[in-house]
């Protein structure tokens, strides 16, 4: 099982950037899917969260400006980021509870993590 994320870049205050996490492998279901970020000298916090009925959460520092969703078909959470700020600045890293198929057909419940795209706000 891999979770692989894109979308991070450079943008001005006040601009828009929109995250992407796929996750694939033999997967035969997917619980929580999150957005965490790491800023530098910094823990990771949650930044939102999504659960497979559709319940969404937020961090009070981004209620407003940022939307998860998911799209359970494509097995890919998004991150919608507008007017962002210079504090938004972080590495953003999904995470995922995953259940999924061993080569063995055993069944593995675990916890994933992508590899982290950096965000930059910047003017």
């Known amino acids: 099982v891999q979770l692989q994320a894109s979308g991070g870049g450079l943008v001005q205050p006040g601009g828009s950037l929109r995250l992407s996490c796929t996750a694939s492998?033999?997967?035969?279901?997917?619980?929580?899917m999150d957005w965490y970020r790491q800023a530098p000298g910094k823990q990771r916090e949650l930044v939102a969260a999504t659960t497979s009925g559709g319940t969404t959460n937020y961090a009070d520092s981004v209620k407003g400006r940022f939307t998860v969703s998911r799209d359970n078909a494509k097995r890919t959470v998004y991150l919608q980021m507008n007017r962002l700020k210079p504090e938004d600045t972080a590495v953003y890293y999904c995470?995922?509870?995953?259940?999924?198929?061993?080569?063995?057909?055993?069944?593995?419940?675990?916890?994933?993590w992508g590899q982290g795209t950096q965000v930059t706000v910047s003017s």
């Open positions: 995470y995922a509870d995953i259940g999924s198929y061993s080569d063995t057909g055993e069944q593995i419940l675990a916890k994933y």
């Open positions: 492998g033999s997967i035969f279901a997917i619980w929580a």
